[in-house]
Nanobody, 125 residues
Framework: VQLQASGGGLAQAGGSLRLSCAASGRTLSSYVMGWFRQGPGKDREVVAIMSRSGVSTDYTDSVKGRFTISRDNAKNTVYLQMNSLKPEDTAVYYC???????????????????WGQGTLVTVSS
């Protein structure tokens, strides 16, 4: 599956952005989907994860209540709605797809099979 992330850009603190991840080659309903980010000088970290059905989600603590992951399997697209943005949210954001059958280890980038190219989000104070 090929993933194409978009929607990044410049936002002010307190603002919102919505990232999209469009898939081609395979249907996204076959995969657990996630968003990761990598800030300057930092390791890649999980932001949000959603199960194949969309019923189960998981978020890193720093974005809970501000970010929402969603998926539209009919459009083969996953979204990350980011509200109340903070300067520390500045990073390159990556979408990922995984043939994952258990939640253990799901926060590790090494668990995931396919990656989009990344989209830069910059939040100014």
């Amino acid at each position: 599956v090929q993933l194409q992330a978009s929607g990044g850009g410049l936002a002010q603190a307190g603002g919102s952005l919505r990232l999209s991840c469009a898939a081609s080659g395979r249907t996204l309903s076959s995969y657990v989907m996630g968003w990761f980010r990598q800030g300057p000088g930092k390791d890649r970290e999980v932001v949000a994860i959603m199960s194949r059905s969309g019923v189960s989600t998981d978020y890193t603590d720093s974005v809970k209540g501000r970010f929402t992951i969603s998926r539209d399997n009919a459009k083969n697209t996953v979204y990350l709605q980011m509200n109340s943005l903070k300067p520390e949210d500045t990073a390159v954001y990556y979408c990922a797809a995984g043939r994952i059958n258990q939640w253990i280890g799901v926060r590790s980038p090494a668990t995931w099979d396919y990656w989009g190219q990344g989209t830069l989000v910059t939040v100014s104070s």
